[in-house]
Every structure is written in structure tokens, then in C-alpha cells.
């Protein structure tokens, strides 16, 4: 393999999270491993949590447990002072971070929120059978329905069943032209005070639930670049993307206030969570919210880039081996095809960034069994070289490996990070 300096950079950076000497200086510190693998660059990781906890102005951060899917990042995330709870994607991975762990350690948190309803039936008679985990692990409604299942679970534990705490998820996304035109993710149908109260009603209703909390994610706003691209197309983006969320945000703001003292008199609620890292700022300005959910902003993928209020560092990146030249301009590594979930689309796939100015191939694109770059750089390439790529997403590049890579400063292999796949975890 050659030595990382042989290869010659572009000095046009085209991702502005990325800086080419600290990818040059991870390939220096994994030189002698073989890929695929993925490495953490711990600076980075510790610079873009400081950043989170600096935005969120004084209210905790709740971590987003999605965006990580390592036990042992989530364990150093809550370690730092302005995050607390997590933010989980499954009951079944919630109860598994609110568990005993099975080495002795102390579970990842004794406060996890289930950031969408379930249905999973196994899950709930678990959760309900268990006083202690049930004390720890909240989890999200948004209809009825969704209370007869928490409810038929309790019935099957029978008269030992522990009471089941209970969130409201309310619908944050913007209506306009009389509701004929929606601007964000389809979520819960809940959006009006009235909407929020009848339900949580029903949920104080029932003896065996408890209701402790709202939650809402303003995701047209939280994951929505707003200084994206060039040129007078990305300028006029620009200008309609920040309209709408400054729209968006005043609509939420209201709605949410307004549906969190309504709810208030009928449950005490012990949290109101909001926002998502690209709107941290802008959500812990609203005086209704006590809580921040975030975790994107730690790694920072390739899908952050480009937000107007904050510059994080990239914090993750993955290595292939190249494998064949099939033409002097082009390089071919083996696998790739790690392509992020949401609207098929180019920004989805993993971007090539080391060595700078390589691109994939509008033809063939991140392929599962190979994936061919070309440029400049391309032609320096030899079969045993290394590519370095981001992921769109945070989180599901922890999917495709068993560990990440630690490398500190002096630039070194510190350690690993066990993923949810490494320990045998498949949530999803």
C-alpha cells in the first residue's frame, strides 16, 4: 500500500465538515488494518458534543440513540455534562439500554424514551413485567389504538403488571394553502390543543398508564439543510427553505405551547422534548421546551453539511479497499452500496472525501459489490489503496460494521466502540 502522502489532494474542499489533513492522519493511524472498516475521529466526536451543549443554550440534550447505535458512544455521550436520557427508536432497544447489562455495568440510562409508537407485543408484556424497566422507559402514543395495545399487554401480565409511563406525540409539521399543502414528515396525527387533551384524557383514564410527557420533532426544520448548494437555483432554495422554517417554526412554537398547558392540566408532565441537530438553537428558544433531542450533530454526516447556524466537524468516515483500475481515470473499490434511508436521491448515498476531488459514477453509483470513483485523484490510486467515505446518516453507517475505530490525538488507535451489530443487536 502506498503511504498516505504519495497521493495528492485537491485544494477545493467540497465538504465543509471535512478537513483532508485529519482523514490523511486517520489513514496514517490505520494503515496496517485491512477494510472495511470505520473510524471515529474522537477530536471531532468531543468538538461537535461541546457544540451541541453550547447551542442547546442550558437545556439538556436527550441523545438520539438512532443517530449512534453503540452502546459504548452513547455511555461517553451521557458521561458529559448537558445530556441526559436517550431518545430510542424500538422498545426492544430501549429495554435493552434500561437493562442490566449482562457484564455488570450499569445500564446506558435509566431514562429512555421510545421516540415512536410500537406494536410489538412481546415487547410491551416485557415491559410491564418488569417494575424496574418499566420505571425507566417511556413509551410514545399518538391514538387510542395504540392504548389498547399498552393495555391488553398489562392484562396478559395480570394483576402483577407495572403502570406504563406514556408520551404524546404531536404532529410538528407546517399546513398551509388551508391544509392542503404539508410541509414536513407524516407523523402524528395530533396537532391542535383539543387533539392533545382528548387523548390524554383517555390515557389518565386507564389506571395502569401514566402520562409524563409531550414530544415533537419540527423535522422540516431539524433535517432540512438552509445553505445548500451555489448559484442562483441554491440561492432561490435557500431563500424559500428558510421562509417555510421560519414559518414552520413560528407555527410549532405556538401550536406546542399551546397543546403543552392544555395537557398540563390534566397530567403533571415531567418533560416536553423537542428538535433534532439541525434546529437545537432554535427549539431551546421555546419556553415550552425542557428538553432537546439530538445525536446527528455527533458524528456529523454528509446530509449536515449545509446548515446556515452551526459548522460541525466530521466525526465518522469508513474505509474500502481499491481492488481494480478498470480505466486509467478510474478506481474501484470493493463495496460501498451503503446507501441512507429517505427519498431516493444522489445526497443519499456515501460520499467519497479522501483523497479530496473523486466522485462516484452517475451510471453505476455506491454499488454492494463495488463502487468505481474517478477524478484527478483517481489516477494515483493503486489496487490496495484506501478510499475514505461518509455516510449520509448518521447511525446507519453503524449498521455495515462491528466496531468503530478510536483514534485520538497524537493521531493513534485508541480503542474500539462495540456497534449494536458488533454486539449481535438488530433492532430494526
Known amino acids: 500500500m502506498r503511504e498516505p502522502g504519495r497521493v495528492t489532494h485537491s485544494s477545493s474542499v467540497r465538504h465543509p465538515a471535512v478537513d483532508p489533513a485529519r482523514v490523511a492522519a486517520l489513514d496514517a493511524a490505520t494503515r496496517d488494518l485491512d477494510p472495511p472498516f470505520a473510524a471515529l475521529d474522537l477530536p471531532a466526536w468531543r468538538a461537535n458534543a461541546a457544540d451541541l451543549v453550547r447551542r442547546a443554550g442550558g437545556k439538556p440534550i436527550r441523545v438520539a440513540s438512532k443517530s449512534v447505535r453503540s452502546r459504548a458512544l452513547l455511555r461517553d455521550a451521557l458521561s458529559r455534562p448537558g445530556f441526559a436520557g436517550v431518545l430510542a427508536f424500538t422498545l426492544p432497544e430501549a429495554l435493552w439500554l434500561a437493562g442490566k447489562d449482562p457484564d455488570g455495568e450499569p445500564p446506558v440510562s435509566e431514562d429512555v424514551v421510545v421516540g415512536y409508537p410500537t406494536a410489538d407485543r412481546a415487547a410491551l408484556r416485557r415491559l410491564a413485567g418488569d417494575p424496574e424497566l418499566a420505571a425507566r422507559v417511556t413509551v410514545m402514543v399518538d391514538g387510542v389504538e395504540q392504548l389498547g395495545l399498552l393495555e391488553a399487554a398489562r392484562r396478559d401480565v395480570g394483576a402483577d403488571a407495572a403502570p406504563v409511563r406514556v408520551c404524546l406525540d404531536l404532529d410538528a409539521s407546517l399546513r398551509l394553502l388551508g391544509d392542503r399543502a404539508h410541509v414536513g414528515v407524516r407523523r402524528s396525527p395530533l396537532r391542535t390543543p383539543s387533539d392533545a387533551v382528548t387523548l390524554a384524557r383517555a390515557v389518565v383514564a386507564r389506571p395502569g398508564l401514566r402520562l409524563v410527557g409531550v414530544m415533537s420533532y419540527e423535522a422540516q426544520v431539524a433535517g432540512l439543510p438552509d445553505d445548500d448548494g451555489e448559484g442562483p437555483v441554491a440561492l432561490a432554495r435557500r431563500q424559500v427553505v428558510r421562509r417555510l422554517q421560519t414559518a414552520s417554526m413560528a407555527d410549532v412554537v405556538e401550536r406546542r405551547t399551546a397543546v403543552v398547558a392544555a395537557v398540563r392540566e390534566v397530567a403533571d408532565l415531567e418533560f416536553v422534548n423537542g428538535g433534532g441537530t439541525g434546529s437545537v438553537e432554535r427549539t431551546a428558544a421555546d419556553p415550552s421546551v425542557t428538553e432537546i433531542a439530538a445525536g446527528s450533530g455527533l458524528f456529523t454526516p454528509s446530509l449536515f453539511d449545509r446548515y446556515r447556524s452551526f459548522r460541525p466537524r466530521a466525526a ?22 451503503w446507501i441512507a434511508s429517505g427519498p431516493p436521491a444522489r445526497e443519499r448515498s456515501p460520499q467519497p472525501v479522501w483523497p479530496a476531488g473523486l466522485r ?44 468503530y475505530l478510536l483514534v485520538d490525538d497524537p493521531p493513534s488507535i485508541v480503542g474500539t466502540a462495540a456497534t449494536y451489530r458488533g454486539e449481535g443487536k438488530a433492532f430494526l
Do not use: C, M, N
Not at 469508513?318 to 473499490?333: G, M, W
Not at 474517478?374 to 455495515?400: C, I, M, N, P, T
Open 316 to 337: 465518522a468516515y469508513f474505509a474500502l479497499a481499491v481492488v481494480r483500475r478498470p480505466a486509467p481515470e478510474i478506481a474501484t473499490v470493493l463495496g460501498g452500496g
Open 360 to 403: 462516484l459514477l452517475g451510471t453505476e453509483g455506491a454499488g454492494e459489490v463495488q463502487t468505481p470513483v474517478s477524478g484527478a485523484a483517481a489516477r494515483h490510486l493503486a489496487v490496495g489503496d484506501r478510499v475514505w467515505f461518509r455516510h449520509a446518516k448518521a447511525g446507519e453507517l453503524s449498521e455495515h460494521v462491528d466496531e
